[in-house]
Every structure is written in structure tokens, then in C-alpha cells.
């Protein structure tokens, strides 16, 4: 899941338009060379569509990050941030300016009785079983979704049982200058797959801290299993973002596509699965453009059976 990432419309971009190869050079500088130009996206996304982002850059510390960030805000290169890559579709075109994935220490997770402090780019999963371990609940929620801490906390990830921004204490973010802050669960404006952080693009997660609740380990770690059965059974394993699209209020986008008789649709490699019809599944050969024609025919099937408006979960990304 991905992932302070936005959509960039296209600004006159220094990366492209003169220099780019030096510009990018310059930033591989400031990551100890874990940058790469021209890079597919579509080895870095769960869907396995992309075309290149201009500027891919690997970010070990805060320190990297805040001289990078103080670098594109500098130069007025876009950039955004990608975690797990799943939950985005991106362009075909790619994405201008540069991308940054955090790895290194952004990769740390810290228990202190019942406060876990954990870096943006660990997997949730990986978070809620440590948790469990600690005999530690209120991570059980989310921990079943795919995604990072970074993305998750961005689109208030979660299921039917709960929520990441339900057990948030803060999130730790530098600023678009390069400045650390901290943001108070109250400040992060959580709300159903959505916060402060979808719109406020001058910030980005680097941590967060939750506070979690005493349990039982065996009975933590009994549930996350069953949840994590329950959607091998009824989820498709393809390349996919899970859900495509929220779920309206009081209701459940998958009943209504499947009801509009949505399964099976196909548009090139793009298919709506025939498992769970909130899934658009990459076939194989499908294109972003394919995805998103396949997206909008779903979205008008169910608006005229229904007369429900789907909105997109997935996010897009880059250069449409
Ligand atoms: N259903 C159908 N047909 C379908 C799919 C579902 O009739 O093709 C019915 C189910 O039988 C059930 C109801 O719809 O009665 C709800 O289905 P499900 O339990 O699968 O939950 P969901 O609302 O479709 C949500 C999250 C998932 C999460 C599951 C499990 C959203 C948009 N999706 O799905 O999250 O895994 O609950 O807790 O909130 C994701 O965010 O990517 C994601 C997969």
C-alpha cells in the first residue's frame, strides 16, 4: 500500500528539461548512490504496471532524507514517496521528477511496554506480528492489509476490525524543508481511508508511534491467522492492489459489482476477479491504461444498476 505518493502533473521539470542527467547525479550523491534513472515502476508496484520514474532514489536516514528533501525543495523538482507499491496504479507514462523509497533505519521497529514505535517503510504485517509477540493488541485490525506503516498511516488502512489510526499515539514526519515534526493522532485528521496526509503534501511519514493495549499473545497471534485464512479463501492471489475501490457507506463495493454483474470483465489484460469483484487483476500483460479503462467501465456499470458513485481507494500515480 504504498505511499505518500501524488499526482504530479507535469511542471516544467529540471530533471527532463536540461541537466537532468547531472540533477540526478547530484541526488545519487546525497544517497550514497542508491539512485537510479529511467527506473520501471512496474517492478516496484503489486499491480506490475509502470512506465519510468525519472529519478528513483533509495533513502536510508533522516539525515539522507533531509538533504534531499532540502535539494528538491531548492530546485522545485516534484517529487513523491512510494512504499510497498500497493496500493497505487501508476502511469504508463511513469512518474516526472524523482521518487523516494525508504529502506535503512526507516525499517526499524522499537517496543517499550506498550508503546511501539515503528519506521514508515516496515510492512504493517510485520508490525502486528511483533506486536502479537509482545503480547501487545490493537495492531490485529490492520495487520492482515499489505503496505507499509508510511502508507498506511496516509490512507488510514484498515477492515471491518479496525483501523491503524485508531491505536496512532503520533507520526513522525520531516517537512517538504527537511524539517522533523511531530503530528498528534488529533492533528492527523484520520477518517475511513483517509488523513491529513492524502492532502498535505509538505509533509512525509518517517515513524510512527502507537499505543497498544496489553493481551494474550496466542490468542493475538491465533487472530491474525484466521483473518489472514479467511482472505487467502476469498481474495484473488494475482497482481492487484486489493480493494480498487472504497466501500460506499453502509455498503460494500464488491456486492455491488458483482451484482452489476461486474466479475469476469475484462479490458485487454485487466479483470475484474471472479473470486472477489473489488479486485482488478493484472492478467499477465495489462497496462495501467488498461486497468483504469477497466476502473471506469466498472465505476459506470455500478452507477447505472445501482446508482452508487465508486470511488477510487487505489491511488493514482504520475504522468496521465
Ligand atoms: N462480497 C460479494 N461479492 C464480492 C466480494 C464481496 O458479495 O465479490 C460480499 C461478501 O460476501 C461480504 C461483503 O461483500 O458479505 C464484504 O466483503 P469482504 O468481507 O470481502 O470485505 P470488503 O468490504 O469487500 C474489506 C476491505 C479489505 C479487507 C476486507 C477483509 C475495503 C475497501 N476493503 O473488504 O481491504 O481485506 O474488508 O476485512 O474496505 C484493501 O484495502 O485493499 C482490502 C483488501
Known amino acids: 500500500m504504498e505511499m505518500s505518493c501524488f499526482n504530479v502533473t507535469p511542471p ?3 530533471l527532463r528539461n ?12 546525497l544517497v550514497g548512490g542508491r539512485a537510479w534513472r529511467n527506473e520501471p515502476l512496474a517492478n516496484r508496484t503489486t499491480f506490475g504496471v509502470g512506465g519510468p520514474a525519472d ?7 533522516e539525515a539522507e532524507l533531509c538533504s534531499v528533501m532540502a535539494h528538491v525543495h531548492e530546485t522545485s523538482v516534484p517529487w513523491c514517496v512510494l512504499g510497498d507499491g500497493s496500493n497505487v496504479l501508476a502511469s504508463d507514462k511513469g512518474i ?5 523509497c525508504l529502506k535503512g533505519s526507516f525499517l526499524k521497529v ?3 511496554g506498550q508503546v511501539m514505535t515503528a519506521g514508515s517503510a516496515v510492512r504493517v504485517s510485520q508490525a502486528a506480528d511483533i506486536a502479537a509477540n ?3 493488541s490493537g495492531l490485529e485490525g490492520v495487520g492482515t492489509v499489505p503496505g507499509t506503516i508510511g502508507g498506511a498511516i496516509v490512507m488510514n488502512a484498515g477492515t471491518h476490525r479496525g483501523y491503524i489510526g485508531e491505536v496512532v499515539r503520533e507520526v513522525r514526519v520531516l517537512t517538504e524543508a527537511g524539517l522533523p515534526l511531530t503530528v498528534s493522532r488529533d492533528e492527523c485528521g484520520f477518517s475511513y481511508r483517509s488523513s491529513r496526509f492524502q492532502t498535505d503534501r509538505s509533509f512525509i511519514v518517517s515513524s510512527c508511534v502507537f499505543d497498544l493495549v496489553p493481551g494474550n499473545g496466542e490468542q493475538i497471534r491465533a487472530h491474525l491467522l484466521e483473518v489472514r485464512t479467511h482472505r487467502a479463501h476469498s481474495q484473488p492471489r494475482g497482481a492487484s492492489a486489493g480493494c480498487f475501490f472504497k466501500n460506499p457507506e453502509g455498503g460494500s463495493a464488491g456486492k455491488l459489482i458483482e451484482a452489476s454483474g461486474g466479475k469476469g470483465l475484462r479490458v485487454g489484460g485487466a479483470m475484474v476477479s471472479d473470486i472477489h469483484a473489488n479486485f482488478i487483476v493484472n492478467t499477465g500483460d495489462a497496462t495501467a491504461s488498461e486497468i483504469r479503462e477497466l476502473a471506469e467501465t466498472v465505476r459506470e456499470l455500478v452507477r447505472t444498476r445501482q446508482g452508487v458513485e465508486l ?9 496521465w
Open 134 to 136: 509482545h503480547s501487545l
Open 12 to 14: 516544467p521539470n529540471p
Open 18 to 29: 536540461g541537466g537532468g542527467r547531472g540533477r540526478c547525479e547530484e541526488l545519487s550523491r
Open 110 to 112: 522499537e517496543v517499550d
Open 311 to 319: 470511488e477510487y481507494e487505489v491511488r493514482l500515480v504520475g504522468e
Open 96 to 100: 516526472r521528477g524523482v521518487v523516494i
Open 55 to 61: 529519478c528513483l532514489l533509495e533513502v536510508e536516514t
